[in-house]
């Protein structure tokens, strides 16, 4: 088994430089470019949906690229637009038209590319890796790609680098495809149809679980740099107004913050863990989707963050027992389901419905000023170990100067409850299991990111079926007024 590393880190660089885009007629040349943004009341980027970029998440979209610049959006006072583009051609097709201001969609800045384009310095790095299936001969170097099928994403910084090793290496070859996400792309590979293909370390960390089969060979080619990319301007307004959040973001430690929501859980695999999840997606979960949907739209909570708490309860077994004497799908105790009026806690529908207003409790609980996400994280710990636990643990984040409101500072407490020195001044006591609430999260959170994986077709109807979220296809640019 290989073992998988990701390789995305801040970048040290404080600065960036972006470079911005006239909206206005070349009768308005005074008005600068960030001025334009701030009277339109909009900021639109032009990106991709999947994990590393937008989705469709708890509340609405979510995203590493898609939080980071709603940030930016919001420092300028301006909502946030997106506009979809199904292919990298489309976005640096789409970044030339005057009705969008940058480019966020996990881009890397090549010298290429900035010969057409600007980008800003970057605030992550990533290596391009070469991918097989396991139970084959593993590939360690360039000369072991020959003659052989890879598969390649037309429009992508792979085919450059696809195309200098093949001054050196004359006989390489690829097939170009432009209408395959990463997802289909893995598939292709574990499907025996090409034998390698090229994935960056944070688009395969994302989906690896999805394909358990599927492997590193080699890291290809030099670390590459994430960035925004512009249309070339000589306006900077907007470009000052950027390196100073980018700045900011780095500062504060945001950017260290929006790295660990997205890429803190998932540095650990487990080949069996996700073959059987994968396996139980199939055979048990569908049995339960309606009910998972109906009881999360009741409570105004997301069917698939339910169903990985059933998972991580259960196993999608409605007859499941632990131990200590809790039982069924969601795993309820007797005063639990006492409370929330289940009657018979290994009836599947009643465990399902009885778990999902006892969550929604805990999440209404939590001050209403916390940050969704940190409810849910709040409010998975609390499910698993109790809400006192998490309200003391919050209580020493305080005492010792840290945000009680905020998850990971929160849960590096946690764990004191653990020992007498901090438990005998709790208003709850002694918490003897809270590293196994921490497991409990971080498990379920991965179980939540597979799930919305492995569900993008309905994402993509989520997101042409919704009109309150403001995703815009690149084909209806032309209809868009800013």
Avoid at 121 to 147: C, F, M, N, W
Avoid at 383 to 390: A, E, S, T
Wanted: hydrophobic share 40%.
């Amino acid at each position: 088994m290989i073992k998988l590393r990701l390789v995305i880190k801040r970048s040290i660089q404080t600065g960036a430089i972006l470079t911005a885009l006239l909206l206005f007629p070349a009768c308005q040349p005074d008005i600068s470019t960030l001025h334009q943004v701030k009277n339109s009341g909009a900021l639109t980027i032009i990106s991709r949906q999947g994990p590393s970029t937008f989705f469709v998440g708890h509340k609405g979209l979510t995203g590493f690229e898609y939080e980071l610049a709603k940030k930016f959006a919001d420092s300028l006072g301006v909502s946030l637009q997106i506009v979809k583009a199904d292919d990298y051609s489309s976005i640096y097709s789409g970044l030339n038209d005057p009705k969008v201001h940058l480019a966020a969609a996990s881009l890397v800045s090549t010298d290429e590319r900035k010969e057409s384009f600007s980008f800003t310095l970057p605030y992550s790095h990533i290596e391009q890796q070469v991918i097989y299936k396991q139970g084959g001969k593993r590939p360690k170097t360039v000369a072991d790609l020959l003659g052989k099928r890879i598969l390649a994403i037309s429009g992508s910084h792979h085919i450059e680098t696809l195309e200098k090793l093949k001054l050196v290496y004359p006989e390489l070859k690829w097939v170009e495809t432009s209408d395959t996400n990463i997802t289909q792309q893995m598939q292709q590979i574990k499907d025996g149809y090409f034998d390698f293909t090229l994935i960056d370390s944070n688009e395969f960390i994302l989906h690896r679980a999805l394909f358990p089969e599927l492997g590193i060979g080699f890291n290809i080619g030099q670390p590459l740099n994430l960035a925004w990319a512009f249309p070339k301007s000589n306006d900077n307004s907007l470009e000052i107004a950027a390196k100073k959040f980018l700045a900011n973001t780095i500062q504060t430690g945001e950017m260290a913050e929006l790295e660990e929501r997205f890429y803190g859980h998932i540095d650990a695999f487990n080949y069996s863990s996700a073959i059987s999840f994968l396996n139980h997606i199939e055979t048990r979960l569908p049995r339960y989707t309606k009910t998972f949907k109906k009881a999360a739209e009741k409570n105004n909570l997301d069917w698939r963050l339910l169903a990985a708490i059933g998972y991580q309860e259960s196993l999608w077994n409605p007859r499941a027992v632990s131990p200590t004497g809790v039982r069924g799908l969601m795993m309820l105790t007797r005063i639990t389901a006492k409370e929330v009026g289940v009657t018979n806690r290994v009836d599947a529908r009643q465990s399902i419905n009885g778990g999902a207003v006892y969550f929604r409790k805990l999440v209404d609980r939590l001050p209403q000023d916390i940050d969704i996400h940190h409810k849910i994280w709040f409010s998975l710990a609390a499910y698993n170990g109790g809400y006192g636990h998490v309200y003391d643990a919050r209580i020493i984040t305080e005492q010792q100067g840290a945000n009680p409101d905020d998850w990971f500072s929160v849960k590096e407490r946690l764990p004191l409850l653990q020992y007498k020195k901090w438990s005998k001044n709790a208003k709850h006591g002694r918490a003897s299991a809270t590293g196994q609430a921490l497991v409990y999260v971080r498990n379920i959170r991965r179980y939540y990111d597979l799930l919305v994986w492995a569900t993008e077709k309905e994402q993509e109807d989520t997101l042409q079926a919704s009109a309150s979220i403001p995703v815009l296809a690149y084909k209806s640019l032309s209809t868009v007024s800013i």
